[in-house]
């Protein structure tokens, strides 16, 4: 990172541990357990009613206050006028971004480029640092593979590789700064563990996780986090195997502390140390503290429940003081790591300029849109071949719905539309012809599909701009039919029968379930919630200005029924293949039980999903050749080189994200048939090709085995290498014993 400023996750080379000792031997107990308390405040007096707790030192950190003169005065009490001026962490849920909004994570892990989602943390920790912000609750990185889950819409996906890489640059673009300091947010890898296996995609449900699918699925991308510097972690709402997160000493004690040496700071989620009672876990506030603080939690989120019940639990013995130290300790390692206690927290840094924002908001919104269909080259659209374009659907103007979930501070001013943007950019050389034809996406009224099938009939071509509006994904937000709402797919038959081309832009916060839609569309592009300058971005493809190269960073369903759906099943005993299936309309009058395939499918849906992982089309096509490895035998602690040729067969540029996928074929624990184990993004022109290189160590194919230890095993690996996750251009290597 050469002079760059780093929120370091380890190492002790400016005697941030004698600082942390020399701190905890003049604390009293009561300003110990203030570093672990963070508070909430509302209303016009914040300073007044928080002064006395902070100068008494009873408080570590604020949530929800982004008026940088209530933060600065609150710092200065803090910093001035408390007995050892240990400064606030100030947090904030900065998700995908501050006033300047980018794409969804879901939508950021579209784009299969992690310097773009590098630089969009970077902007949103510039744009909230000017504001006194200093921590930010993200990545969340769950692995998430129900997409009934509204909080999909802030994961980076189903795939833990693909998660990984992406939460990692997240927290490099939050936490590192070549500016010297200021500018940063301390990140928080969340939610610790395994919350996106929700029952039934039911926010705060139950999970239920076998050990060696925790450690080889969902805890991969944490371990991702610590080896980029995390600073924090948020635990889970949900249980474990009986044992909720908050309280879960396997999690925060043995995994987090002692396997992987985390030695930064835990928070809870919003109040949930309170909630170990409500779970049946805990009788009461001071049971449910003692199991937080056992397990490992430093910092309780606004429960207050440390601050009330930590000093018995000290005085009564349950509780040691060294306990009590070792908590104090990661709390100020975060603040000294973060630089907050070595300069002056109230000289906030500029806010970056706006249009570099935009440019880099308008940029990761191309990059994120995944373009799913494309029949006869229905785009791009020729301006100069077009007189008319009917403009259609609710989501075509709206500036705020854009944004997608967890926004508390995105600037829907700086918001430009699709409409908005095709206005400007076709200058009236086109003419639009604008209608909503539905008031909102789950709007059941059809009133007004007459005027929108009129304004298809009078135009050359129609974009259709449906969807979620961003109230129907996010936390609490969960949906157990997640086709499109309301009558929008009558809206899309409906103008079909004006005999135009028909596009359909989809804006969501989740993968929907277009099976009995998606053949209505002659286009489709997914755009996600692209974000404040996501109607740029989305005229910029529509007209070829820019060629799509988003994938599906997650598995789309024909139905809500075959979720939860994901390309790294395991292969059961039973295989389902295109020979085996049958479907429900062709089962015959005579058939019997075993007459219908006897393999793992559903009769209605097949095994398959609508899109598969890894999957986007381009304005050009690309051939893969020449797949070769530079040995098909290693051993434990080599590497095997695999390289392809890729081509652009096409008559435009483009960017292909090249993928390679491997399997395992025995091992001691059943393995999934594919695993996503390295992509690049390559950009070619018309006819050019270029020799794609990657390289396997044996250490990329280890996993948590059936003796409890980590480690590759002897065998053959089958390895392929494309444009998604169903390629079937392979080869095979061996590790030999």
């Excluded at 029924?561 to 299936?581: E, L």
């Excluded at 392929?720 to 169903?726: K, L, Q, R, Y």
Aim: charged content about 20%.
């Amino acid at each position: 990172m050469g002079n760059a400023h780093e929120i370091k996750a380890a190492g002790n080379d400016n005697g941030i541990e004698s600082r942390i000792r020399d701190l905890l031997e003049r604390m009293t107990l009561e300003q110990k357990i203030g570093q672990l308390n963070q508070v909430q405040a509302w209303g016009d007096n914040i300073v007044e009613s928080l002064a006395p707790a902070i100068r008494a030192g009873r408080v570590g950190s604020v949530i929800n206050i982004v008026d940088p003169n209530v933060i600065n005065a609150l710092q200065h009490i803090a910093v001035h006028e408390s007995e050892h001026g240990i400064p606030l962490l100030i947090a904030r849920d900065v998700i995908h971004g501050y006033h300047t909004v980018a794409p969804l994570p879901i939508g950021q892990a579209a784009s299969w480029n992690p310097e773009v989602v590098r630089a969009c943390a970077r902007l949103a920790a510039q744009e909230a640092s000017a504001f006194g912000v200093n921590w930010t609750f993200a990545p969340m990185i769950d692995i998430s593979r129900d997409p009934r889950w509204g909080r999909i819409a802030e994961s980076l996906g189903e795939d833990p590789y693909l998660t990984g890489v992406m939460g990692a640059a997240m927290i490099e673009g939050f936490q590192v700064s070549e500016t010297g300091g200021a500018d940063t947010l301390v990140a928080c890898a969340k939610h610790f563990a395994g919350y996106g296996a929700s029952e039934a995609g039911r926010d705060y449900n139950t999970t239920n996780i076998p050990e060696n699918e925790l450690r080889n699925v969902y805890l991969p991308p944490f371990f991702a986090a610590v080896e980029a510097g995390v600073g924090t972690f948020m635990t889970s709402f949900s249980d474990i195997d009986g044992i909720p997160a908050t309280a879960s000493d396997f999690l925060l004690d043995q995994v987090l502390r002692k396997e992987w040496s985390f030695d930064g700071a835990v928070v809870s989620d919003w109040d949930s140390i309170h909630q170990l009672v409500v779970h049946g876990f805990s009788e009461n506030d001071v049971e449910a503290t003692y199991e937080a603080a056992s397990a490992g939690v430093e910092i309780d989120m606004i429960g207050g429940v440390y601050e009330r019940h930590l000093p018995e639990l000290v005085h009564q013995g349950r509780i040691s003081m060294d306990r009590i130290d070792a908590l104090v300790g990661n709390v100020l390692r975060v603040k000294l790591r973060a630089g907050l206690m070595d300069r002056d927290v109230t000289q906030l840094p500029p806010e970056p300029a706006r249009m570099t924002a935009l440019n880099l908001a308008r940029q990761a919104a191309q990059q994120s849109l995944v373009l799913l269909r494309n029949e006869g080259g229905t785009l791009p659209l020729n301006a100069e071949a077009l007189s008319s374009i009917a403009v259609i659907g609710a989501l075509a103007d709206e500036p705020a719905e854009q944004l997608g979930t967890w926004v508390f501070d995105g600037d829907a001013e700086r918001s430009v539309t699709p409409l908005a943007a095709l206005t400007s950019m076709l200058d009236g050389q086109v003419a639009l012809h604008h209608v909503r034809g539905l008031e909102t996406t789950r709007s059941k009224d059809t009133s007004g599909f007459d005027t929108a099938l009129h304004a298809a009939e009078q135009s050359d071509a129609v974009v259709l701009f449906i969807g979620e509006e961003a109230i129907l994904s996010g936390e609490a937000h969960c949906r157990a039919d997640i086709t499109l709402p309301g009558v929008q797919e009558d809206l899309v038959r409906h103008l079909r029968e004006a005999g135009k081309p028909v596009v359909g832009v989809i804006l969501a916060g989740r993968p929907l379930a277009l099976g009995g839609i998606v053949d209505a569309f002659d286009a489709l592009i997914y755009a996600w919630h692209p974000g404040t300058m996501g109607g740029p971005a989305i005229a910029d493809t529509l007209f070829g200005r820019v060629a799509p190269s988003g994938k599906l960073p997650v598995s789309f369903p024909t139905m809500s029924g075959q979720v939860p759906i994901y390309y790294g099943y395991k292969q059961t005993g039973r295989p389902a293949t295109p020979d085996t299936v049958i479907h429900i309309d062709e089962i015959p009058a005579a058939a019997t039980q075993t007459s219908l395939g006897m393999t793992t499918f559903h009769l209605d849906a097949g095994y398959e999903p609508l899109f598969p992982f890894g999957y986007g089309l381009s304005y050009t096509n690309f051939a893969y050749t020449d797949l070769a490895l530079d040995r098909h035998h290693i051993r434990m602690g080599e590497s095997v080189v695999a390289e392809i040729t890729l081509t652009n067969t096409g008559e435009v540029a483009g960017t292909e994200v090249v993928q390679l996928y491997i399997r395992d074929r025995f091992a001691s624990l059943t393995r999934p048939i594919r695993e996503l184990k390295r992509f690049e993004r390559v950009t070619l022109e018309p006819g050019e090709s270029r020799r794609v290189r990657f390289e396997l160590h044996t250490d990329d194919l280890a996993f948590f085995r059936r003796n409890k230890t980590y480690g590759a095993e002897p065998g053959a690996f089958d390895l392929w290498i494309g444009g998604d996750s169903t390629t079937d251009l392979g080869t095979e290597f061996h590790i030999d014993a």
